[in-house]
């Protein structure tokens, strides 16, 4: 008998330890992904939308859920001194993203203009 519940036990813990992290999601996940020198206080996507706030250097914000995404979006970087803008080209944008997680990877070039990588995770 002990066997019988132990493997019970044992089977419905497999299955809920095998979910997967996207498992559950309902639209688009974004992270920010700092890969500059610089700390971020804020990186705002689009105006008046989700705010990512804290993300420190060569750091990881967390997911946060959009109803609709893109590619490639507006985005604006608070840091302590200065402000910076991104402003995707309509050819990147693309059609919004099906359900998922994707990083937005964020640095600078030489002369301070925001280098965009997207990626899917």
Not at 72 to 86: G, H, K, M, N, V
Not at 87 to 112: H, K, M, R
């Amino acid at each position: 008998m002990k066997k019988i519940l132990l493997s019970i036990g044992l089977t419905v813990l497999i299955v809920f330890a095998c979910a997967d992290r996207d498992d559950e999601l309902l639209g688009a996940n974004i992270r920010i992904n700092n890969k500059s020198s610089i700390n971020f206080n804020t990186v705002q996507v689009r105006v008046d939308t989700l705010l990512f706030e804290n993300i420190p250097s060569d750091g990881f914000s967390n997911y946060l859920a959009f109803e609709t995404a893109f590619a490639a979006d507006t985005l604006t970087i608070q840091t302590d001194s200065t402000e910076y803008r991104f402003i995707p080209a309509d050819s990147i944008i693309g059609d919004p993203l099906p359900i998922g997680l994707y990083t937005y990877e964020l640095s600078f070039d030489e002369e301070g203009e925001i280098l965009f990588n997207f990626r899917v995770d």
